[in-house]
């Protein structure tokens, strides 16, 4: 198994870790030697990726959560990963609700709760519920998966791009109020970024970056090399930070 070995003795949670970004970001963790909960809906997608991790030498094991489903399937999500493993030391608020292009007039109340349910409510209640335990052990670390939406304005992803401008400020709130106990909090912003599941729209996102310093989407394996850099110990004075994975989108 490739990896140093960085997170070895640690506990880490992902959400929305079956499939996508989240899926690379709990394989890299588990290379690195962290026991990793992937959490997400799909049961078989889960279990699939805790046998990948499982033969690759890695451990893993999948709790099921669906966090649209309210603040108590939040809660339920962090008494069980903690059940499953021990008191969580990394946690990666990644899971959301990736709205498809829109205009902002054609936005949905339903649209609107469910897309701050998942993206804002549940990271705000799973970290409360988590970073208790982590103060109790003298440290931890907690990063979001923002996006450049977050930062720049689209003309048709008004509603994603404010849920991750919304979990980019938390990432700034929380930073200020956990670091003198330990635990640091950042955010990694992705720029397009091709995965199994958006590969069908993978002309959408060369158009996207084609004006872009680095020409091309980036792929889940950079953004989880990013995510395992801010949550270990090559991180230990930053707080606060949303770093772009984003081939310089955001440098234009
Ligand atoms: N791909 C990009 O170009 C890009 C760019 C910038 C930022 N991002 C961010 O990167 C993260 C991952 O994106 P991705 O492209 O990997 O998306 P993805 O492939 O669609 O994965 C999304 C993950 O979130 C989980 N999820 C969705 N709704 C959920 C719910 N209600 N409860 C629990 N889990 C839920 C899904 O799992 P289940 O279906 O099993 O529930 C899935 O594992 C997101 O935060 C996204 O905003 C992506």
Redesign the pocket.
């Known amino acids: 198994m490739a990896g140093t070995g960085r997170m070895q003795g640690r506990n880490a949670l992902v959400?929305?870790?079956?499939?996508?970004?989240?899926r690379a970001v709990a394989i890299a963790l588990a290379r690195e030697g962290a026991t990793v909960v992937v959490?997400?809906?799909?049961a078989e997608?889960?279990e699939d990726i805790v046998r990948r991790i499982g033969d690759e030498g890695g451990k893993a094991v999948f709790v099921p959560?669906?966090?649209?489903a309210g603040g108590q399937a939040v809660r339920d999500l962090a008494r069980d990963a903690t059940a499953a493993v021990g008191v969580i030391d990394v946690l990666v608020n990644?899971?959301?609700?990736?709205i498809p292009a829109q205009s902002m007039l054609e936005a949905t109340e339903e649209e609107i709760d469910r897309a701050l349910a998942?993206n804002i409510k549940a990271p705000f209640l799973l970290t409360a519920a988590l970073v208790p335990s982590m103060v109790e052990r003298g440290g931890g670390a907690v990063v979001n998966?923002g996006?450049?939406?977050g930062e720049v304005g689209m003309d048709v992803a008004a509603l994603y791009g404010a849920s991750?401008a919304g979990l980019h400020s938390l990432t700034k709130s929380w930073a200020a109020e956990l670091a003198a106990k330990n635990v640091r909090v950042n955010t990694v912003a992705?720029?397009?970024?091709t995965?199994e599941?958006?590969v069908a729209h993978k002309e959408r996102?060369e158009s996207l970056t084609s004006a872009h310093p680095r020409r091309r989407p980036g792929t889940?394996e950079e953004v989880a090399a990013a995510v395992v850099f801010l949550a270990g110990d090559d991180a230990t004075h930053i707080h606060g930070v949303t770093l772009p994975v984003d081939g310089g989108f955001l440098a234009l």
């Open positions: 959400t929305g870790a079956t499939g996508g970004i989240g959490s997400g809906r799909d997608r889960g959560a669906d966090l649209g990644n899971a959301a609700v990736l998942v998966m996006s450049i939406n991750k992705p720029g397009p970024t995965t599941h958006n996102q889940a």
